[in-house]
């Protein structure tokens, strides 16, 4: 029973390099999200998938893409790491809509040097 | 100011305490109010989630929603030390596409 699962667990990068945090859900929920968590500042969200073959900007969208692969996978990614962008990403879906609750990955908590 | 207001805490309390958990908020649209519990290096886990306002018991638990005063409770009786996490409030409205507007979280600490 995994529920959402997030790769890497952990990653250090450089200032200026790009990396892809992958996330993937066996729940068969509609929507996916990725959120960022920094000390002090609750989660922000940064993209969101409301259904397969769509994806949405959040509140703190920049320097990031996103990709919906097919209904299960929800992949972000660092255009060109920056230190403001340390921090806890976390990744999470839901059946359907915003309004419903959401289950969370474990994290991916990402070093920007 | 922050929408959602949590004390950061920590709280600490000793085991078999009431906990009482707080968040104020400033937007009276908000409908659908989620408290969620995270563990160290873990993510969130939802434990609650209600619509408008009144109250919810699910097994220790109780959440409390005054819309009058924007003002959203989570009691947790007969503490344990596995509940020590920290404690975030979440809530939205249609108004805001439904977009999930996040407390801080407050850290609790149970003393055995």
């Known amino acids: 029973n995994a529920g959402v699962t997030q790769t890497p667990k952990f990653q250090v990068l450089k200032t200026g390099q790009s990396m892809t945090l992958q996330c993937a859900q066996d729940?068969?929920?509609?929507?996916m999200y990725w959120y960022r968590q920094d000390p002090g500042m609750g989660l922000r969200l940064i993209y969101y998938s409301a259904s397969e073959g769509t994806t949405d900007k959040g509140e703190v969208p920049n320097g990031y893409n996103v990709s919906r692969l097919n209904k299960r996978e929800f992949s972000l990614r660092l255009l060109s790491a920056a230190p403001s962008q340390t921090s806890v990403y976390f990744c999470?879906?839901?059946?359907?809509?915003?309004?419903?609750?959401?289950?969370f990955g474990d994290g991916t908590r990402l070093s920007i040097l | 100011q922050k929408e959602v207001e949590q004390d950061p805490g920590p709280l600490s309390v000793p085991e078999g305490a009431i906990v009482s958990l707080n968040c104020t908020y400033s937007n009276s649209a908000f409908q659908y109010f989620m408290w969620y519990r995270q563990y160290s290096r873990k993510g969130p886990e939802l434990l609650m989630y209600?619509?408008s306002s009144g109250n919810k018991e699910d097994g220790r638990f109780t959440a409390q929603v005054d819309k009058s005063s924007k003002y959203i409770s989570l009691f947790i009786r007969d503490s344990q030390p596995s509940d020590s996490a920290t404690y975030l409030c979440a809530m939205t409205t249609m108004d805001s596409n439904y977009q999930l507007i996040w407390g801080a979280g407050t850290k609790l600490i149970i003393k055995p």
């Open positions: 999470a879906s839901s059946f359907m809509g915003r309004d419903q609750p959401q289950h």
């Open positions: 729940m068969n929920h509609n929507s």
């Open positions: 209600t619509y």
